[in-house]
């Protein structure tokens, strides 16, 4: 059931693991994803979470099938790789949207992709979908949660960037400040998610003394591609770990620390309780109130 009672599509799945894939297959099904290695830097608010912490995603090799259809799991989403582009399943409308497209020209757009934690409990992966929730005043000034549609962003500039295997990619700005290159991704979000490489699905929830995301570094079977200069590493107190001697050909998740935010509604206002401190939506410290 989704909002406001309203029933949502329920879908029925044949997710199949366990497929062995030769070396060679897993590069002709996965051309860009496999071998991908990122190390991603996460910044907060020092008053708030204490200190930024990093995060350090190696290349993934399990692979799932879904419907028939070989995908490579991520961060708990399903990808695959067909046309240039990179797709990722939705569980919502049993279909792929598309993450990347590594051919969009100038004025082409993209859409934007959001996560439904509301309308799918029966689900354990994440519900990819092209709508958000936003609180809306009713007739009677009451907040309710309504879909709203994402949109898209469009391309605004198509440059090229030589990356530090000597090849030329492509690199892609869009309207919305969001920049991505060829076969690596997005280099820096606002998503907290696992990893920005999943840049364009925006969460439901972001912490208050969140900031952002940069992309420090990324390899592609053993090979360093991309390295954010000396300078900004040391101004934000990032290091590359990508290539990391000893680091395993499978997926090492180091996750920041788990941060409990609650939302309440009261009198009909937006409040979020994080720590023992209560938030208005702007993030703005409420003092001496009672939800009781």
């Given at each position: 059931?989704?909002?406001?009672?309203?029933?949502?599509?329920?879908v029925s799945l044949d997710v199949t693991a366990?497929?062995?894939?030769?070396?060679?297959?897993?590069?002709?099904?996965?051309?860009?994803?496999?071998?991908?290695?990122?190390?991603?830097?996460?910044?907060?608010?020092?008053?708030?979470?204490?200190?930024?912490?990093?995060?350090?995603?190696?290349?993934?090799?399990?692979?799932?099938?879904?419907?028939?259809?070989?995908?490579?799991?991520?961060?708990?989403?399903?990808?695959?790789?067909?046309?240039?582009?990179?797709?990722?399943?939705?569980?919502?409308?049993?279909?792929?949207?598309?993450?990347?497209?590594?051919?969009?020209?100038?004025?082409?757009?993209?859409?934007?992709?959001?996560?439904?934690?509301?309308?799918?409990?029966?689900?354990?992966?994440?519900?990819?979908?092209?709508?958000?929730?936003?609180?809306?005043?009713?007739?009677?000034?009451?907040?309710?949660?309504?879909?709203?549609?994402?949109?898209?962003?469009?391309?605004?500039?198509?440059?090229?960037?030589?990356?530090?295997?000597?090849?030329?990619?492509?690199?892609?700005?869009?309207?919305?400040?969001?920049?991505?290159?060829?076969?690596?991704?997005?280099?820096?979000?606002?998503?907290?998610?696992?990893?920005?490489?999943?840049?364009?699905?925006?969460?439901?929830?972001?912490?208050?003394?969140?900031?952002?995301?940069?992309?420090?570094?990324?390899?592609?079977n053993g090979q360093l591609l991309y390295q954010?200069?000396?300078?900004?590493?040391?101004?934000?107190?990032?290091?590359?770990?990508?290539?990391?001697?000893?680091?395993?050909?499978?997926?090492?998740?180091?996750?920041?620390?788990?941060?409990?935010?609650?939302?309440?509604?009261?009198?009909?206002?937006?409040?979020?309780?994080?720590?023992?401190?209560?938030?208005?939506?702007?993030g703005i410290e409420i003092k001496n109130l009672?939800?009781?």
């Open positions: 059931w989704g909002i406001n009672g309203q029933a949502d599509k329920v366990g497929k062995m894939f030769s070396q060679n297959e897993i590069s002709e099904l996965f051309p860009t994803l496999a071998g991908l290695e990122r190390t991603i830097f996460i910044s907060y608010w020092e008053d708030c979470c204490g200190k930024s912490e990093s995060i350090h995603i190696t290349s993934p090799i399990e692979i799932d099938t879904i419907n028939g259809k070989p995908y490579l799991f991520r961060d708990g989403f399903f990808l695959r790789e067909e046309n240039n582009q990179v797709l990722i399943y939705s569980f919502a409308y049993d279909k792929d949207f598309v993450l990347y497209d590594w051919s969009l020209e100038i004025g082409d757009t993209l859409p934007l992709l959001a996560l439904d934690p509301y309308s799918f409990p029966d689900i354990e992966y994440p519900v990819v979908v092209d709508y958000k929730f936003e609180y809306i005043e009713d007739e009677n000034d009451n907040l309710i949660l309504q879909k709203v549609p994402m949109g898209n962003i469009t391309v605004r500039e198509v440059s090229a960037i030589t990356l530090l295997d000597g090849k030329e990619y492509k690199k892609w700005s869009f309207n919305s400040n969001v920049e991505y290159i060829e076969g690596i991704g997005c280099l820096n979000g606002l998503t907290f998610l696992a990893d920005c490489y999943l840049d364009l699905i925006q969460p439901e929830d972001i912490p208050i003394c969140y900031q952002g995301e940069h992309l420090v570094c990324a390899s592609r954010m200069s000396e300078s900004e590493m040391e101004n934000l107190g990032a290091k590359c770990k990508c290539l990391n001697e000893g680091v395993p050909n499978d997926i090492e998740i180091i996750t920041a620390p788990t941060i409990e935010i609650q939302k309440v509604i009261h009198n009909g206002q937006l409040y979020i309780v994080h720590e023992g401190k209560t938030y208005n939506i702007m009672n939800f009781e």
